[in-house]
C-alpha cells in the first residue's frame, strides 16, 4: 500500500508565539542597551561609527549577516532544492572576495579616514561624481531592503496564519525603531545574536531532516540520484545559470561589488579604527560565510530528500518556493512547541539586523554627501538628530519598497540580480578611479551610466523575456492532492507511462509556442543572473578610459598616489623596484607612515603631498602633481622657497 505524504496544517501555538516575542525583544533590547549606555548615541562619531573602536569578532560576524541574513535563510535552501548544489561554488568566489577586499580596497579607506566611501569619489574626482555615486547606492540599498523585509513576512504568512502586508509593515515599524534608537553598536552585536540564531536554525533543520531519511548518507544518495550534485559543470556558456565560470568569476564580481564598495560594508571596515583590525574582522568573515553557504546548500538537499515523491511547490501546498524553509520548519518540528518559533524568529530577526545597517549606511551617506555638504558647519548635536531622522525615513521607504519586492520572483535570484545590476556599475566606478591613473571625471560619469543602461537593459529584458533553465525533476506522486482525480483502477507504471508520452507532446509544442513569442534578441536575456555585474563592471570601466582618453585624460603623475592602488605594489612585492616603478604607469609609490596606527589617528596621509600647478592643469578634478617629502619628513620647498603645505 502506498503512503501518501499529507500536507502540514499546523501553525504557531502558544509557546511558538512566547519564543518569537522573546527573540524579538533580546534584539529590541539590544537596541534599547546601546541607547542608554556609553554616549548614548548622542555624536554621530557614535551612532554612525561605534566610536572607531570595535572588536574585531562582532564586526566580522556582521559583515557575514548583513547581506546574507535572511536570503540566505530562505532563498538559498530553495534554490539548492531546486536547482541542486551549484550554488555551493559561491564558497570560492568568497574567498577570492575576501582576498581582493584585503589587498586592494580596505588599504584606500583607512589611509583617506573616511565616513562615506563616496568621500573617496571627491577626492579622485569631483563632486559630481561623488554625488552620482551616492544616489547609485541609495538605488540599490533601498531596493535591496524591500527585498530582505518581504522574505521574513512571506516566511511569516507560510506558518503562522499572519497577514502577509501586516507582517512587512510591522518588520518595517520595529525595525526603524530599533535603528533610529540602537546606533551602530547595537547594529554590530544584533547581528552577532541573529547570525548565532540562524546557524542553530539551520544546524536543527539538517540534523532533523537528515534523520527522518536515515542519515545524512542518505541524503546524498538521493541527491545524487536526481542530479543535484552535479557540480563542476565546466561549459563556457553565459547562459548556463550555475556554471562553474559563472558562479566562481561571476560570483567575485557580484560580492566584490558588496564587500569592497558598499557603504554599509565599508563602514563597518572603519568602526575598527585600525586597518589591522578591520583585516582580521574580514578573515573572520570569510571564514562564517563559507560556513553559512555550506549549511545553506545542505538544508537544501535534506529538504529535497524529504520531499523528493512529494514536492510541496507542485502539490500546491505552498505557493512560492521561498516558503519551503519554513513549511519544513513547521513539518519536522511542528509538534515540538516552541521550536518552530525559534526558527522562523532567526528568519525575523535576520531581517531586522540586515535591513538596519542599511538604514545606518543611508543616513551616513545622505548626512556626509549632501546635509554635510549644504552645511558643513552644522552643529554635531543637531547634525546627529537628523542621521537619525534620516534613518527612520528610509525606514518608510524600505516599507514601501516591499510591496515592489512581492512581484519581482524568487527572492534569491532577485537579490543577487539586483547586486549586479546596480553594485556591478558602482564597483566599476570605484574601479575605475583605484586602478586607472588615466581615468577623469567626464569618463567616470559616463562610465557609470553606461553600466547601469546596460545592466538595467539586460535585467528589465530578463524580466519580460525570462530565460529558460534546467531544472531537475520533482515528483508529486506520493501527494494525495497530486493523485485524487487519477484513475483508481490505473496501474502505476500504465499511469507513468501515460503521464510521459502526454508531456512530450505538450512539452513539443510548447516549444514551438515559445520559439514564435520569443524574439532574437530574447537570446541576449538569457545571460545567467551571475554575470550581471562582471559585465556592468566591464563596460563602465572600459566606456570611461575610452571617454577619458578622448577628452584629456589625466596624467599619472598629477594623481595623489594615497588615491591608486598599484596592483604590482598590491600582488608582486617580490619584484625589484626598477621594475615595479616602471609597471605603476607613471604614478608615484605611496609610502606608508612609519607609525600607521598614529597616522590614521592624526590624519596624516603618507609620505606625498601636492604642489602648486598652473591655472588649468588640474582639470577633471585631478588632485595635482605630487613630490616626495624631503629627508626630515617636511613638505617640499618651493622655488621661491616657501614650504609647499596644501593638502
Not at 149 to 173: E, K, N
Amino acid at each position: 500500500m502506498v503512503e501518501y505524504i499529507n500536507p502540514v496544517t499546523t501553525t504557531f501555538s502558544v509557546p511558538d508565539y512566547i519564543v518569537f516575542a522573546l527573540m524579538l525583544g533580546i534584539s529590541c533590547g539590544i537596541g534599547v542597551f546601546h541607547a542608554v549606555t556609553g554616549g548614548r548615541q548622542k555624536t554621530t562619531l557614535e551612532f554612525l561609527m561605534a566610536n572607531r573602536n570595535m572588536n574585531p569578532i562582532p564586526v566580522g560576524m556582521s559583515l557575514v549577516a548583513s547581506f546574507i541574513s535572511a536570503i540566505t535563510f530562505l532563498g538559498t535552501p530553495a534554490d539548492n532544492y531546486k536547482y541542486g548544489v551549484g550554488y555551493w561554488l559561491y564558497s570560492i568566489a568568497y574567498v577570492l572576495v575576501g582576498l581582493a577586499c584585503w589587498r586592494f580596497y580596505i588599504p584606500i579607506f583607512y589611509r583617506l579616514k573616511l565616513t562615506s566611501a563616496n568621500e573617496y569619489l571627491e577626492r579622485r574626482f569631483n563632486k559630481v561624481i561623488r554625488i552620482a555615486g551616492m544616489l547609485t547606492f541609495f538605488l540599490q540599498m533601498v531596493i535591496y531592503m524591500g527585498i530582505v523585509i518581504y522574505a521574513p513576512a512571506l516566511a511569516l504568512s507560510a506558518v503562522t496564519g499572519l497577514h502577509l502586508w501586516g507582517s512587512v509593515i510591522a518588520i518595517g515599524v520595529v525595525c526603524t525603531f530599533y535603528t533610529t534608537i540602537g546606533g551602530m553598536k547595537a547594529v554590530l552585536w544584533t547581528d552577532v545574536f541573529q547570525v548565532t540564531v540562524m546557524m542553530m536554525g539551520f544546524l536543527a533543520v539538517i540534523i532533523q531532516g537528515s534523520i527522518n531519511v536515515g542519515g545524512i548518507g542518505r541524503v546524498f544518495d538521493i541527491a545524487r540520484d536526481s542530479g543535484r550534485l552535479d557540480v563542476w559543470d565546466f561549459r563556457v556558456d553565459p547562459t548556463i545559470r550555475h556554471s562553474f565560470w559563472s558562479v566562481t568569476i561571476g560570483g567575485f564580481f557580484t560580492w566584490l561589488a558588496v564587500y569592497a564598495v558598499n557603504q554599509a560594508q565599508v563602514q563597518r571596515y572603519l568602526t575598527c579604527g585600525k586597518e589591522r583590525v578591520a583585516q582580521k574582522a574580514l578573515l573572520l568573515a570569510i571564514i562564517g560565510m563559507l560556513v553559512v553557504v555550506c549549511c545553506a546548500c545542505l538544508a537544501g538537499i535534506v529538504m529535497y530528500a524529504n520531499y523528493k515523491d512529494c514536492d510541496p511547490v507542485n502539490a500546491g501546498y505552498i505557493k512560492f518556493s521561498d516558503q519551503l524553509i519554513p513549511y519544513f520548519v513547521m513539518d519536522i518540528f511542528g509538534h515540538m512547541p516552541g521550536l518552530p518559533g525559534l526558527l522562523v524568529s532567526a528568519v525575523f530577526s535576520a531581517a531586522l539586523s540586515t535591513v538596519s545597517s542599511g538604514l545606518n549606511s543611508l543616513a551616513a551617506v545622505t548626512g556626509e554627501d549632501i546635509v554635510k555638504t549644504i552645511s558643513p558647519d552644522i552643529e554635531e548635536f543637531k547634525y546627529t538628530v537628523i542621521t537619525k531622522l534620516l534613518a527612520a525615513f528610509y525606514g518608510i521607504i524600505a516599507i514601501c519598497m516591499a510591496f515592489v519586492a512581492s512581484t519581482l520572483g524568487d527572492i534569491l535570484q532577485v537579490a543577487l540580480s539586483i547586486f549586479g545590476m546596480v553594485g556591478g556599475p558602482l564597483l566599476g566606478l570605484f574601479s575605475l578611479g583605484i586602478f586607472f591613473p588615466w581615468a577623469n571625471s567626464k569618463g567616470a560619469l559616463v562610465g557609470l551610466i553606461s553600466g547601469l543602461i546596460w545592466s538595467f537593459w539586460i535585467g528589465i529584458g530578463a524580466q519580460i523575456y525570462p530565460p529558460e533553465v534546467f531544472k531537475p525533476p520533482r515528483s508529486t506522486r506520493l501527494c494525495p492532492t497530486a493523485n485524487s482525480t487519477m484513475n483508481s483502477t490505473m496501474d502505476y507504471d500504465e499511469m507513468m507511462n501515460e503521464m510521459t508520452t502526454t508531456m512530450m507532446y505538450t512539452t513539443a509544442a510548447a516549444n514551438v509556442t515559445v520559439a514564435a513569442a520569443r524574439p532574437a534578441i530574447a537570446q541576449l536575456y538569457a545571460l545567467s543572473y551571475a554575470w550581471y555585474s562582471a559585465a556592468a563592471w566591464m563596460v563602465t570601466w572600459g566606456v570611461g578610459l575610452i571617454v577619458s582618453f578622448m577628452t584629456g585624460y589625466t596624467k599619472p603623475h598629477e594623481v595623489d598616489p594615497m588615491l591608486i592602488c598599484s596592483v604590482v605594489d598590491g600582488m608582486y612585492c617580490c619584484l625589484p623596484e626598477r621594475w615595479k616603478k616602471h609597471m605603476r604607469c607613471g604614478v608615484a609609490k605611496y609610502e606608508r607612515p612609519d607609525d600607521e596606527e598614529k597616522a590614521y589617528e592624526d590624519g596624516s596621509p603618507g609620505k606625498y603631498h601636492p604642489v602648486d600647478i598652473k591655472d588649468g592643469d588640474n582639470q577633471d578634478g585631478a588632485p595635482g602633481k605630487y613630490r616626495a617629502l624631503d629627508k626630515d619628513g617636511d613638505a617640499p620647498v618651493r622655488e621661491n622657497g616657501e614650504r609647499d603645505t596644501m593638502m
